[in-house]
């Protein structure tokens, strides 16, 4: 990861370095449940290029090609969605490290 990333990140409920991985990038966005997005909003209310908002892995609140870089943990298959809003050349990892 570098500081020009734009990192969107698909919350799932687990432990993630957040405030370690936005540290690295330009800005990180996450995206999960109502419940995750407000856990997350309280966990990293500190943190500048940072912002949480409801969504899935089907519907990106994002315009097309905003982020070279999406952490994804599931394992499954990229969605459309996912496609959509990642940058050419950009990458879906579980970890950016």
Not at 24 to 36: H, K, V, Y
Not at 53 to 70: K, L, N, V, Y
Request: negative net charge; charged residues 25%; glycine residues 10%.
């Amino acid at each position: 990861m570098t500081r020009d990333d734009r990192v969107l990140v698909l919350l799932d409920g687990s432990e993630m370095p957040i405030a370690q991985w936005a540290a690295g990038c330009e800005s990180l966005s996450g995206i999960g449940t109502i419940d995750q997005v407000r856990a997350a909003r309280r966990q990293f209310a500190g943190l500048e290029n940072v912002m949480f908002t409801p969504g899935s892995r089907q519907e990106i609140p994002w315009a097309d090609m905003r982020f070279s870089i999406i952490v994804d943990r599931s394992g499954a298959e990229p969605t459309l969605e996912m496609m959509r809003v990642l940058v050419e050349g950009g990458r879906i990892v579980s970890d950016p490290e």
